[in-house]
């Protein structure tokens, strides 16, 4: 009777609510899911989004807090994806829990929202993270979120159920199949079952070089990492060419649409692009980049960037230089021999002109 009654009241309100689930919680210390199970049948529940209903936290290497990687609430509920989260905060404790910096669906922004006033019914404040100089009060990705108190874990102590989960190891493969490494662990972001094909194309890039009229180039300040520096681009999406995750990934955080894009370097599974043809005024995106700046090509050392990265980006310079230098002394060359055919013909020019070189032509470039 006691069962018919729920399935009725269900039907009724269309919607079930945090205490018609089980909890299921496997922890291991870089890692934590939450499985919202069927309160009969112990299954896995289907999610709102793509996938079965779980919250994922993950410890990533590079930031002192935990961050929450995926979040999908149960098909037909209603305030459970609150819980999962209020569960989440007791589990991070005093280290902090952050947003997603990759992508927040809707229903995440929306309960992300509810923590965000002050003295919220939750019981739940927030701290900027550091290094963000910005006053952005309104947005949920600045901020690292914490629990004042416990209490969730213990309401649903009953319908819960823990599990240590295993601990994870990349696998080590030779130095020259490494794949090149832009975010710290981005790859164990993707390391479910659900998401490894995925990932296999989450795992590229696409950076832009966009040099303007002075030969400077446009680097972007990283919003989760506050003190590196970076180019234009980003992962590809599944399915996506590199050119074209290059130029959508430059109009997502720039605001500039560019085209004439000049493959210069692929280093294992990022690929460097260049380009002096672009359109529109910078208008960053502050969920991803807080500044920007034209750089001199000689000035580059200036900036904190990854040292993997860093070379990359700088051996790319030397070769622009190197392009550049050969086209200088190439277009002396051309001068140099039309000063000769002007001296073959002294008496259409008058005289036989100088070949001294120049102060501008570089070492080599012609004249004695």
């Known amino acids: 009777m006691k069962l018919l009654f729920e399935n009725w009241r269900r039907l009724i309100k269309e919607s079930r609510g945090p205490n018609d689930f089980h909890y299921k919680i496997t922890q291991s210390t870089k890692k934590v899911v939450i499985e919202p199970l069927n309160l009969q049948t112990m299954a896995p529940e289907s999610g ?3 996938g079965h209903a779980e919250v994922v936290l993950k410890k990533r290497t590079d930031i002192p807090h935990w961050q929450l990687a995926w979040s999908n609430s149960p098909a037909g509920s209603e305030g459970v994806g609150t819980v999962l989260y209020l569960m989440a905060l007791e589990i991070a404790g005093n280290e902090g829990l952050s947003p997603d910096d990759i992508e927040t669906n809707k229903d995440a922004e929306r309960v992300w929202a509810k923590f965000m006033p002050e003295n919220n019914r939750f019981g739940v404040f927030k701290e900027k993270k550091e ?7 309104e947005n949920p990705f600045f901020f690292v979120f914490f629990k004042s108190k416990g209490g969730v874990l213990e309401q ?51 950076k832009v070089l966009i040099l303007d009229k002075n030969d400077q180039i446009l680097l972007l300040k990283r919003s989760d990492k506050p003190y590196n520096w970076d180019l234009p681009g980003g992962h590809l999406k599944k399915g996506e060419e590199f050119a074209s995750a290059a130029k959508r990934e430059t109009k997502e955080e720039t605001n500039l649409t560019i085209s004439g894009l000049e493959h210069v370097k692929t280093a294992k599974n990022l690929r460097f692009y260049k380009t002096n043809s672009y359109k529109g005024q910078i208008k960053l995106d502050f969920s991803e980049n807080t500044d920007y700046k034209w750089v001199k090509i000689d000035n580059l050392g200036d900036f904190e960037m990854k040292n993997d990265f860093k070379r990359e980006v700088e051996g790319i310079i030397g070769t622009i230089k190197e392009d550049f230098q050969q ?42």
């Open 48 to 50: 709102k989004a793509d």
């Open 131 to 137: 290094g963000f100089k910005h006053d952005n009060d």
């Open 156 to 206: 649903f102590a009953d319908h819960m159920t823990y599990e240590t989960g295993k601990e994870e190891e990349k696998p080590q493969m030779e130095p020259e199949e490494q794949p090149f490494d832009l975010e710290d662990d981005w790859d164990s972001l993707y390391d479910d079952e659900i998401l490894q094909e995925e990932a296999k194309d989450v795992n590229k890039f696409a």
């Open 327 to 368: 086209k200088v002394k190439q277009k002396h060359r051309k001068m140099k021999l039309r000063l000769l055919g002007m001296g073959q013909n002294r008496d259409k020019y008058g005289k036989k002109p100088s070949y001294k070189r120049s102060k501008s032509a570089p070492p080599g470039a012609g004249g004695t």
